[in-house]
Nanobody
């Protein structure tokens, strides 16, 4: 499967942004999806994940209650809705996929990666 993340941009602190991950090349509903982010000078870390039929989600503590992951398998697209954004959310955001029911929380859990989209939150 090929993944393409899009929708990043510049947003003020407290604002919202939704980024998308469009999949092609295989049956998207057979893949769990993870969202990761990499801030400048830091390692890439998990943001959250969603199971292949979208009923199970996971979020890292720093985004719980602010971010929401969803997917529309008919459109072969996963989404990361980000609300109440903070400057520390500034990062390149990546979507990743693995051909299992549930997502993982480590980079090595995923076999397929999108190219990343930059989100910048200004204070």
């Amino acid at each position: 499967v090929q993944l393409q993340a899009s929708g990043g941009g510049l947003v003020q602190a407290g604002g919202s942004l939704r980024i998308s991950c469009a999949a092609s090349g295989d049956t998207f509903s057979r893949y769990a999806v993870g969202w990761f982010r990499q801030a400048p000078g830091k390692e890439r870390d998990i943001v959250g994940s969603i199971a292949w039929i979208g009923r199970n989600t996971y979020y890292t503590d720093s985004v719980k209650g602010r971010f929401a992951i969803s997917r529309d398998n008919a459109k072969n697209t996963a989404y990361l809705q980000m609300n109440s954004l903070k400057p520390e959310d500034t990062a390149v955001y990546y979507c990743a996929a693995r051909r299992t029911a549930l997502g993982g929380i480590k980079e090595y859990d995923y076999d397929y990666w999108g190219q990343g989209t930059l989100v910048t939150v200004s204070s």
